[in-house]
């Protein structure tokens, strides 16, 4: 078992930045691949960036590819979404997630956080 808790979302204009952190207890982080989703109203949720165990892979959506960077600190147990040039599509509910299998379906994934607000205004 594993409890997540993001942080770090807010009110950003366009163009700006915000780094999300999920702090991870319970079992051995090190032991699951973390991801990113994000859900806006009326859509379903989506995937933005996962990391490999070690964090010698990652993976983006074509959304976030050169704008978002994901990252992890497996001696905090956090995981980190640095999100830079932020538009308004970009607008969500951010969630990490945890398993121990690699994937970019958000079925594939056994824990989740509750979630981190992110607004970007135009």
């Known amino acids: 078992q594993v409890q997540l808790g993001e942080s770090g979302g807010g009110l950003v204009q366009a163009g700006g930045s915000l780094r999300l952190s999920c702090a991870a207890s319970?079992?051995?982080?090190?032991?699951?691949?973390m991801a990113w989703f994000r859900q806006a109203p009326g859509k379903e949720r989506e995937f933005v960036s996962f990391?490999?165990?070690?964090?010698?892979?990652?993976r983006y959506a074509d959304s976030a590819k050169g704008r978002f960077t994901i990252s992890r600190d497996n001696a905090k147990n956090t995981v980190y979404l640095q999100m830079n040039s932020l538009k308004a599509e970009d607008a969500a509910v951010y969630y990490c997630?945890?398993?121990?299998?690699?994937?970019?379906?958000?079925?594939?994934?056994?824990?989740w956080g509750q979630g981190t607000q992110v607004t970007v205004s135009s």
């Open positions: 319970g079992r051995t982080f090190s032991s699951y691949t």
């Open positions: 990391i490999s165990k070690s964090g010698a892979s990652t």
């Open positions: 997630a945890a398993d121990v299998r690699l994937g970019v379906r958000a079925t594939q994934y056994s824990y």
